[in-house]
């Protein structure tokens, strides 16, 4: 973040200067007022105020951007001291200033606007007041959301189909991690960014090839194809992993949403992740860091951003980094490069943006989630992190390549087209095995394996947004046609070694010499297909929200046999999938919403030991029920949520396969976000979850609870900005998970764990560059802790104690 030295000015003064100012101010209109009032918006300035009343808040915006800022009202009195912080235009921070309090402002003219009461002026004409467009100037997107109070989250996010939607007006749970905590986090992954969610966990190891999530108790395999979006659509970000260094927002809608995004291609329903990608902001960028941790890995990372034209029309944003070292595990190396380029174009009617991304990772002795052998029934204790039993001659190379091409052009003041188009590609080389647990003394065996994977992905959408009235009612409508494809490959070939290790003393087993596969066979392709339509109605001046719409997806899939090339099997249905959400806000402070959404995944097919084998089943829709409350306090927020979702699948009964079964996950979740009290910030929350195996096809695990499924999680972190060093701030993250199963039967379980992580960072200025120190210990107390549980009851294991330490600057 950039900083500037603090001007002080007399509020007297200012206020009368401003006053002056807008009496004097002429008049704009048409097409000529619009454009200069939006670039001028565009402009953007680093904050750092913490202000304790409305009018000291407007003089220290006012003094830090040079803008002329008026009011002619009473201005109300906050509770407790408000912050502004970071990279953001002037309206948003004064949308930041004004959360809460009802004031809205009109821009009149170049760097000046005024500030009003909608309520007063609507009573007073009889008619509605307008509020002013917004614009951010890192996207595209004129309704980015900006960040709320601390910088740690945004006050909205994508809701898929229907755009960016304020949090306050949002029928669902929606986080949205800005990129000022992604770099205070030093998070290289999106899984590091989520894992301090408390909905929210990654139940892989992290010194292996690939992430996994977990979101409301409901797993989120990214498998062959990938679970996570980039700008709102499946098929681009990378498959395995994704790393951070491209991401303006991390956004993590909660619940199923294939009404809002489509299916998911590998069925996941308990939400969707979102990477929003960086766009060129108006001012020049040079950024560069250099980092060391993680073991004794060093890399760096540089972000350039520039725009060009008469009126800054077009943007460049390059993100690059490599790293390269030993990790925290035994014998482990890591290699990893990134090159991420963002092009975009804003013009009055049309805009448009390209996103190229090639992302690498090779891996010495890929580190693995244990698999547990159904005779062991006393789960040993979780071994040192630093452990690894993956041997040195075991490795992995993955490459991700992938682009999207994206536009919307206004037809007119209220309906806008858009669309999409791009895709990616996955190639991975490895050579390991899956280590198993044999007993309680934690001995493994393992074979390995050398395959070749190929991905290829495909994602296409196009639609119409627009606004229109009906009475009394307002209409924000959305129609969309989408269709994603992919294609999977691999080359296999098994090692004839049995490979035996102990978790606690690793063995150094011979290299088993396997054959490079000849080949890379076809085996599946996937499309995905829908037609979506939606609307959110508004009544009461917004005081009521219904949100109403439906998707009809087409599933169709082909499966081949490596050998022949021939179709073993094909799936091919279709379902609706509806979604009602209300919102109720009898305040500025406070929205109250319920919603019914529904999650798709693909049927089964019927194995070849049923008697109706080949059998596909009907696609599998997940249902879920919720309600809400959020709380907005300007400068500190709070959420609560009571929620429901039922999940089908298949299973043998009598020999028949059929989708009988069922997992029923219901639970709470409680959120905190902002600053709590002058330069103190909270995020986080607790997550309590009851997932249970409600309908099965034996007496033994019927009403048990879910693999993998904590029945508590908690995830706080506080930051201090601290009064006797200037620019320093500390902070510390409470990291709580209760025991999970690890079979159906909940004969076997890992125990609940614990860590602390404790960071600061240091803010400063070398020579008119602005630096920022930034310093974290993860796992302070160095526990050994089972980490999680995965969907094939696989275990993995918690990371030990490590540090993190970085420098980046600003030139």
Same mark, same amino acid.
């Given at each position: 973040?950039?900083?500037?030295?603090?001007?002080?000015?007399?509020?007297?003064?200012i206020?009368?200067?401003l006053?002056?100012?807008?009496?004097?101010?002429?008049?704009?209109?048409g097409?000529?007022?619009?454009?200069?009032?939006t670039e001028?918006?565009?402009a953007?300035y680093?904050?750092?105020?913490?202000?304790?009343?409305l009018a000291?808040?407007?003089?220290?915006?006012?003094?830090?951007?040079?803008?002329r800022?008026?009011y002619?009202?009473?201005?109300?009195?906050?509770?407790?001291?408000?912050?502004?912080?970071?990279?953001?235009?002037?309206?948003?921070?004064?949308d930041?200033?004004?959360?809460?309090?009802?004031?809205?402002?009109?821009?009149?003219?170049?760097?000046s606007l005024?500030?009003?009461?909608?309520?007063?002026?609507?009573?007073?004409?009889?008619a509605a007041?307008?509020?002013?467009?917004?614009?951010?100037?890192?996207?595209?997107?004129?309704?980015?959301?900006?960040?709320?109070?601390?910088?740690?989250?945004?006050t909205?996010?994508?809701?898929?189909?229907?755009?960016?939607?304020?949090?306050?007006?949002a029928?669902?749970s929606i986080?949205?991690?800005?990129?000022?905590?992604?770099?205070?986090?030093?998070?290289?992954?999106i899984?590091?960014v989520l894992?301090?969610?408390?909905?929210?966990r990654?139940?892989?190891?992290?010194?292996?090839?690939?992430?996994t999530?977990?979101?409301? !108790?409901?797993?989120?395999?990214?498998? &062959?194809?990938?679970? #996570?979006? *980039? +700008? @709102?659509? /499946?098929?681009v970000a990378p $498959?395995y992993?994704a790393?951070t260094?491209?991401?303006?927002?991390?956004?993590?809608?909660?619940?199923?949403?294939?009404?809002?995004?489509?299916?998911?291609?590998?069925?996941?329903?308990?939400?969707?992740?979102?990477?929003?990608p960086?766009r060129?902001?108006?001012?020049?960028?040079?950024?560069?860091s250099?980092?060391?941790?993680l073991?004794?890995?060093?890399?760096?990372?540089v972000?350039f !951003?520039?725009?060009?034209?008469?009126e &800054?029309?077009?943007? #460049?944003? *390059? +993100? @690059?980094? /490599?790293?390269?070292?030993? $990790?925290?595990l035994d014998?482990?190396?890591r290699?990893?490069?990134?090159?991420?380029?963002?092009?975009?174009?804003?013009g009055?009617?049309?805009?448009?943006t390209l996103?190229?991304?090639?992302?690498?990772?090779?891996?010495?002795?890929?580190?693995?989630?244990?698999?547990?052998d159904?005779?062991?029934?006393s789960?040993?204790?979780a071994?040192?992190?630093?452990?690894?039993v993956?041997?040195?001659?075991e490795w992995?190379?993955?490459?991700?390549q992938s682009?999207?091409?994206?536009a919307?052009?206004?037809?007119?003041?209220?309906?806008?087209?858009?669309g999409?188009?791009?895709?990616g590609?996955?190639q991975?080389e490895r050579?390991f095995g899956?280590?198993?647990?044999q007993?309680?003394?934690?001995?493994?065996?393992?074979?390995?394996?050398?395959?070749?994977?190929?991905?290829?992905?495909?994602?296409?959408?196009?639609?119409?947004?627009?606004?229109?009235?009906?009475?009394f009612?307002?209409?924000?409508?959305?129609?969309?046609?989408?269709?994603?494809?992919?294609e999977f490959?691999?080359?296999?070939?098994?090692g004839?070694?049995?490979?035996?290790?102990?978790?606690?003393s690793?063995?150094?087993?011979?290299?088993?010499?396997v054959?490079?596969?000849?080949?890379?066979?076809?085996l599946?392709?996937?499309d995905?297909?829908?037609?979506?339509?939606?609307?959110?109605?508004?009544?009461w001046?917004d005081?009521?929200q219904?949100?109403v719409?439906?998707?009809?997806?087409?599933?169709?899939?082909?499966?081949?046999?490596?050998?022949t090339g021939?179709?073993?099997?094909?799936?091919?249905?279709?379902?609706?999938?509806?979604?009602?959400g209300?919102?109720?806000?009898?305040?500025?402070?406070?929205?109250?919403?319920?919603?019914?959404?529904e999650?798709?995944?693909?049927?089964?097919?019927?194995?070849?030991?049923?008697?109706?084998a080949?059998?596909?089943?009907?696609?599998?829709v997940?249902?879920?029920i919720?309600?809400?409350?959020k709380?907005?306090?300007?400068?500190?927020?709070?959420t609560?949520?009571?929620?429901?979702?039922?999940?089908?699948?298949?299973?043998?009964v009598?020999?028949?396969?059929?989708?009988?079964a069922?997992?029923?996950?219901?639970?709470?979740e409680?959120?905190?976000?902002?600053e709590?009290?002058?330069n103190?910030r909270l995020?986080?929350g607790?997550m309590?979850?009851?997932?249970?195996?409600t309908?099965t096809?034996?007496?033994?695990?019927?009403?048990n609870q879910?693999?993998?499924?904590?029945?508590?999680?908690i995830?706080?972190?506080?930051e201090?900005?601290?009064?006797?060093?200037?620019?320093?701030?500390?902070?510390g993250?409470v990291?709580h998970?209760?025991?999970q199963?690890?079979?159906?039967?909940?004969?076997?379980?890992?125990?609940?764990?614990?860590?602390?992580?404790?960071?600061?960072?240091?803010k400063?200025?070398?020579?008119?560059?602005?630096?920022?120190f930034r310093?974290?210990?993860?796992?302070?107390?160095?526990?050994?802790y089972?980490?999680?549980?995965n969907?094939f009851?696989m275990?993995?294991?918690?990371?030990?104690?490590?540090?993190?330490?970085?420098?980046?600057?600003?030139?």
């Open positions: 973040m950039e900083f500037k030295q603090a001007r002080t000015r007399t509020y007297s003064l206020s009368a200067l006053v002056s100012t807008a009496m004097v101010v002429p008049a704009t209109s097409a000529l007022a619009a454009n200069v009032q001028i918006a565009q953007t680093s904050f750092d105020i913490s202000v304790s009343s000291e808040g407007i003089a220290e915006i006012g003094a830090s951007s040079g803008w800022i008026a002619t009202i009473d201005l109300p009195s906050i509770d407790g001291a408000r912050a502004i912080r970071g990279d953001m235009t002037v309206p948003a921070a004064i930041t200033l004004l959360r809460g309090t009802g004031l809205s402002y009109r821009e009149t003219g170049e760097n005024i500030l009003i009461d909608p309520a007063a002026e609507a009573g007073q004409s009889g007041v307008v509020d002013p467009i917004r614009v951010e100037a890192n996207s595209t997107q004129s309704d980015l959301p900006p960040a709320y109070a601390g910088g740690q989250i945004a909205g996010g994508r809701l898929g189909m229907l755009g960016n939607t304020d949090i306050m007006d029928p669902v986080t949205s991690y800005t990129s000022e905590k992604i770099a205070d986090q030093q998070a290289q992954t899984a590091d894992k301090h969610d408390p909905s929210v990654s139940p892989n190891s992290s010194g292996g090839m690939l992430d999530y977990q979101i409301r !108790g409901f797993n989120m395999n990214t498998g &062959n194809s990938g679970e #996570v979006s *980039f +700008n @709102g659509v /499946y098929g $498959t992993r790393q260094g491209y991401a303006e927002r991390i956004e993590v809608l909660k619940g199923p949403a294939a009404l809002l995004g489509g299916m998911a291609p590998n069925s996941g329903v308990g939400g969707v992740i979102n990477i929003v960086k060129a902001g108006d001012e020049d960028l040079n950024r560069v250099t980092d060391y941790g073991g004794e890995q060093v890399g760096g990372n972000d !951003g520039r725009r060009f034209g008469d &800054n029309q077009v943007g #460049v944003r *390059f +993100n @690059g980094g /490599y790293h390269n070292g030993d $990790t925290y014998h482990q190396e290699e990893a490069s990134l090159g991420a380029l963002a092009l975009d174009y804003r009055d009617d049309f805009r448009a996103d190229l991304i090639d992302q690498r990772e090779n891996l010495n002795a890929p580190f693995r989630e244990f698999l547990v159904g005779a062991v029934t789960m040993p204790n071994p040192d992190g630093n452990r690894n993956a041997n040195k001659w992995s190379e993955v490459a991700d682009a999207l091409l994206g919307e052009y206004d037809l007119t003041e209220t309906m806008t087209v858009f999409s188009f791009g895709g590609k996955t991975v050579l899956y280590p198993e647990i007993n309680s003394a934690g001995d493994t065996t393992d074979t390995v394996s050398y395959a070749k994977f190929q991905t290829k992905r495909w994602t296409a959408d196009a639609g119409v947004r627009g606004e229109f009235e009906t009475g009612v307002g209409h924000q409508a959305t129609l969309q046609v989408s269709r994603y494809s992919d490959s691999r080359g296999l070939r098994n004839d070694d049995t490979l035996n290790s102990n978790i606690y690793p063995v150094a087993n011979p290299m088993d010499a054959a490079v596969p000849a080949g890379r066979p076809k599946s392709e996937t995905l297909s829908g037609i979506a339509i939606a609307d959110t109605l508004s009544m001046d005081f009521m219904v949100t719409g439906a998707r009809h997806q087409r599933i169709e899939t082909d499966n081949f046999n490596a050998s021939a179709i073993t099997s094909s799936y091919d249905d279709s379902v609706v999938t509806p979604m009602v209300v919102v109720v806000k009898p305040n500025n402070s406070l929205s109250v919403y319920a919603n019914y959404l999650g798709l995944s693909r049927g089964s097919i019927a194995p070849n030991t049923a008697t109706n080949g059998e596909a089943m009907a696609p599998y997940a249902k879920q919720e309600t809400g409350v709380l907005d306090y300007g400068n500190f927020g709070a609560a949520a009571i929620f429901q979702i039922t999940k089908p699948s298949g299973q043998l009598n020999n028949v396969y059929n989708s009988d069922e997992q029923r996950n219901r639970g709470i409680l959120g905190v976000f902002g709590v009290m002058p103190v995020l986080g607790v309590f979850l009851d997932a249970e195996l309908k096809n034996s007496a033994t695990t019927k009403g879910a693999v993998g499924a904590p029945e508590m999680s995830n706080l972190t506080a201090w900005d601290t009064p006797f060093a200037p620019g320093l701030t500390l902070s993250t990291n998970v209760s025991e199963y690890v079979n159906t039967t909940n004969t076997l379980d890992i125990p609940d764990s614990t860590t602390l992580d404790l960071g600061l960072r240091y400063t200025i070398f020579a008119e560059t602005p630096v920022t310093a974290t210990i993860q796992n302070v107390m160095d526990e050994d089972w980490a999680g549980v969907e009851s275990v993995s294991v918690g990371a030990p104690r490590t540090a993190l330490l970085s420098v980046t600057a600003d030139f």
